[in-house]
């Protein structure tokens, strides 16, 4: 099996849409999409420059140029030994072509590593002595969990010419005999110094009138199997269980995913042509062309929780403090810090603590001032000494108290985890796939539970809410009733010096933003299972008010697998 190795997309042409002319940067943009919108193709151009910005190799849509392998050629041989001098033919079959195949694992977390075109391994040419060709190893293309693979119909201006209209575009503009000359070289493989000979035969004239017939029956069957394209919601992986009674030492049969391009059939040695007429043809087929398909790949990230709020709500300072700072997020005092999905994993012990809850890092700061600390603390040399989070001091182990800590002394209490996706900032008209667009709104499509983040601290958050709600109903009717919990966060913001008047308007902002919800954000309204959100204020910097948080989120993921059960 040929697994497709990584492989990191280019970014050339990016100067399209950036820094140059309207006129030129949307000719050029709908010329690399294809698109017929110029507007749309430009808008969508600058959105993935935006998310590749400092190296970032996230990618969660992708149009994948599929094509199956080659048939190897047959073989026009005779065979020959000591007083045979004219033994019969003896040329070999060609090897069918490698098929295409396409896995789904839980190892890869982005569309970066595969290709935009796999062409699967050829067959094996025939040879003399009756020797076939081999046949070419499945292509396999690794894709993470989460994928839909979509076979793009005929009409798309995407999608590339299958094999016959490949060879119909070779041909335009040739003269009847040229292109009869250039279809028999392509499908013909004759004995040296016979070809001549060979087309002038009526053998020859009859076997190409069968071949001929063969590929419109081909087609036909293409064709209609197009009318039912390839659809793939590639969500769970692949397992092959051993059976108990397997012999050991023998490899067993790995996974190999869903079958999307098949190989090309060999092509036939010169035995297949002999007839009583005919008892030495000296001409052979060629393999034939593999399928070629174009898919449309896109990646819906499964996540338990997805963090939904607008850009600079502290998300991103939420996921770390919860999964206490292990998660790589970007903090910063600006708007769309967050440009690509990050999810964390949680881990919960059965009493409600929680790994991040025990990391003994309580505040967590942007992500430049962390770095400046830490550097400072490096060049004073304070963490030469300092003990790893493995490590145990020599007081613990004298008192025989050894205290709760993350990694693998969590093991040991894990009860319950699940993961949290932090998302790139949702603004207004985000449906119509302004600011990121359908970049953010399609990372959070396959959430169990959705958790608005709104900003405590901002003039009216519940203004947020509304709009956020708004945004999420427009690109997907019944998303937001995923919707369980909104955290008000940034509540340190409010009345941080202890001023009482300033506490009291705090106060009354967290009273109107639970009564809009109570009023405004009923979910599943007029039903029997109409429920109302929860309102948890938080802070995630200093890490107050987190273990509700958990509790709750942690009751929503079960309640949601009860019901996919």
């Given at each position: 099996m040929t697994p497709i190795g990584i492989f990191k997309p280019?970014?050339?042409?990016?100067?399209?849409?950036?820094?140059?002319?309207?006129?030129?940067?949307?000719?050029?943009?709908?010329?690399?999409?294809?698109?017929?919108?110029?507007?749309?193709?430009?808008?969508?151009?600058?959105?993935?420059?935006?998310?590749?910005?400092?190296?970032?190799?996230?990618?969660?849509?992708?149009?994948?140029?599929?094509?199956?392998?080659?048939?190897?050629?047959?073989?026009?041989?005779?065979?020959?030994?000591?007083?045979?001098?004219?033994?019969?033919?003896?040329?070999?079959?060609?090897?069918?072509?490698?098929?295409?195949?396409?896995?789904?694992?839980?190892q890869l977390t982005t569309l970066s590593s595969v290709p935009n075109k796999v062409i699967g391994q050829p067959g094996g040419h025939g040879q003399g002595t009756w020797q076939n060709g081999k046949s070419g190893e499945p292509t396999i293309i690794r894709v993470p969990l989460g994928t839909v693979v979509r076979e793009l119909p005929r009409d798309d201006t995407r999608r590339t010419k299958d094999e016959w209209e490949a060879e119909e575009e070779s041909t335009e503009g040739l003269t009847p005999s040229e292109k009869r000359d250039k279809m028999r070289e392509k499908r013909w493989l004759h004995y040296p110094r016979s070809g001549t000979t060979n087309v002038q035969r009526d053998f020859f004239k009859e076997a190409e009138t069968t071949l001929y017939k063969q590929e419109r029956e081909r087609r036909i069957a293409r064709r209609k199997k197009a009318l039912t394209p390839i659809y793939l919601d590639l969500e769970k992986e692949e397992v092959l269980e051993r059976s108990v009674d397997a012999p050991l030492g023998i490899k067993q049969p790995e996974p190999t995913g869903f079958l999307i391009a098949s190989g090309g059939s060999g092509g036939l040695g010169n035995p297949h042509f002999a007839s009583t007429e005919n008892r030495s043809p000296k001409f052979a087929s060629k393999g034939q062309d593999g399928e070629r398909i174009t898919f449309s790949l896109e990646l819906k990230l499964i996540a338990d929780i997805g963090l939904v709020g607008m850009p600079n709500a502290g998300k991103s300072t939420l996921l770390r403090a919860l999964t206490g700072g292990r998660a790589k997020t970007e903090v910063a005092g600006y708007a769309f810090t967050t440009l690509n999905p990050v999810v964390g994993v949680v881990r919960v012990a059965e009493d409600g603590t929680f790994e991040g809850g025990i990391s003994g890092n309580q505040i967590h700061d942007e992500t430049e001032v962390e770095e400046e600390e830490l550097r400072k603390r490096m060049e004073t040399g304070e963490l030469a000494n300092l003990l790893t989070r493995n490590q145990i001091s020599k007081e613990e182990i004298q008192k025989d108290e050894i205290k709760l800590r993350p990694g693998h002394r969590f093991d040991l209490v894990e009860d319950f985890r699940f993961t949290i996706s932090d998302n790139p900032g949702l603004i207004a008209r985000a449906a119509q796939n302004v600011g990121l667009g359908h970049s953010f709104l399609r990372s959070i499509e396959r959430s169990l539970a959705l958790v608005y983040v709104v900003d405590l601290s901002s003039p009216a958050p519940w203004d947020e809410l509304r709009v956020l709600r708004d945004e999420l109903e427009q690109y997907q009717p019944g998303m937001s009733a995923k919707a369980r919990m909104v955290i008000a966060n940034k509540a340190d913001l409010l009345a941080g010096d202890g001023d009482p008047e300033a506490v009291e308007d705090a106060k009354r902002k967290l009273n109107t933003l639970q009564r809009y919800v109570n009023a405004q954000m009923i979910v599943n309204e007029g039903s029997d299972d109409a429920f109302v959100l929860d309102v948890v204020p938080t802070s995630a910097k200093f890490s107050q008010n987190l273990f509700k948080v958990i509790g709750l989120m942690r009751s929503y993921v079960e309640e949601a697998r009860e019901r996919l059960q």
């Amino acid at each position: 099996m040929t697994p497709i190795g990584i492989f990191k997309p280019s970014l050339r042409s990016l100067r399209f849409c950036v820094g140059t002319s309207r006129q030129y940067s949307d000719q050029a943009a709908a010329h690399y999409f294809r698109d017929p919108d110029p507007e749309a193709a430009c808008r969508r151009r600058r959105t993935e420059w935006k998310r590749k910005q400092g190296g970032q190799t996230f990618l969660d849509h992708l149009i994948l140029t599929v094509r199956g392998g080659n048939g190897g050629n047959g073989c026009a041989a005779f065979h020959r030994e000591k007083y045979k001098p004219f033994g019969p033919p003896s040329g070999g079959d060609g090897g069918r072509g490698g098929d295409v195949y396409i896995l789904p694992t839980s190892q890869l977390t982005t569309l970066s590593s595969v290709p935009n075109k796999v062409i699967g391994q050829p067959g094996g040419h025939g040879q003399g002595t009756w020797q076939n060709g081999k046949s070419g190893e499945p292509t396999i293309i690794r894709v993470p969990l989460g994928t839909v693979v979509r076979e793009l119909p005929r009409d798309d201006t995407r999608r590339t010419k299958d094999e016959w209209e490949a060879e119909e575009e070779s041909t335009e503009g040739l003269t009847p005999s040229e292109k009869r000359d250039k279809m028999r070289e392509k499908r013909w493989l004759h004995y040296p110094r016979s070809g001549t000979t060979n087309v002038q035969r009526d053998f020859f004239k009859e076997a190409e009138t069968t071949l001929y017939k063969q590929e419109r029956e081909r087609r036909i069957a293409r064709r209609k199997k197009a009318l039912t394209p390839i659809y793939l919601d590639l969500e769970k992986e692949e397992v092959l269980e051993r059976s108990v009674d397997a012999p050991l030492g023998i490899k067993q049969p790995e996974p190999t995913g869903f079958l999307i391009a098949s190989g090309g059939s060999g092509g036939l040695g010169n035995p297949h042509f002999a007839s009583t007429e005919n008892r030495s043809p000296k001409f052979a087929s060629k393999g034939q062309d593999g399928e070629r398909i174009t898919f449309s790949l896109e990646l819906k990230l499964i996540a338990d929780i997805g963090l939904v709020g607008m850009p600079n709500a502290g998300k991103s300072t939420l996921l770390r403090a919860l999964t206490g700072g292990r998660a790589k997020t970007e903090v910063a005092g600006y708007a769309f810090t967050t440009l690509n999905p990050v999810v964390g994993v949680v881990r919960v012990a059965e009493d409600g603590t929680f790994e991040g809850g025990i990391s003994g890092n309580q505040i967590h700061d942007e992500t430049e001032v962390e770095e400046e600390e830490l550097r400072k603390r490096m060049e004073t040399g304070e963490l030469a000494n300092l003990l790893t989070r493995n490590q145990i001091s020599k007081e613990e182990i004298q008192k025989d108290e050894i205290k709760l800590r993350p990694g693998h002394r969590f093991d040991l209490v894990e009860d319950f985890r699940f993961t949290i996706s932090d998302n790139p900032g949702l603004i207004a008209r985000a449906a119509q796939n302004v600011g990121l667009g359908h970049s953010f709104l399609r990372s959070i499509e396959r959430s169990l539970a959705l958790v608005y983040v709104v900003d405590l601290s901002s003039p009216a958050p519940w203004d947020e809410l509304r709009v956020l709600r708004d945004e999420l109903e427009q690109y997907q009717p019944g998303m937001s009733a995923k919707a369980r919990m909104v955290i008000a966060n940034k509540a340190d913001l409010l009345a941080g010096d202890g001023d009482p008047e300033a506490v009291e308007d705090a106060k009354r902002k967290l009273n109107t933003l639970q009564r809009y919800v109570n009023a405004q954000m009923i979910v599943n309204e007029g039903s029997d299972d109409a429920f109302v959100l929860d309102v948890v204020p938080t802070s995630a910097k200093f890490s107050q008010n987190l273990f509700k948080v958990i509790g709750l989120m942690r009751s929503y993921v079960e309640e949601a697998r009860e019901r996919l059960q």
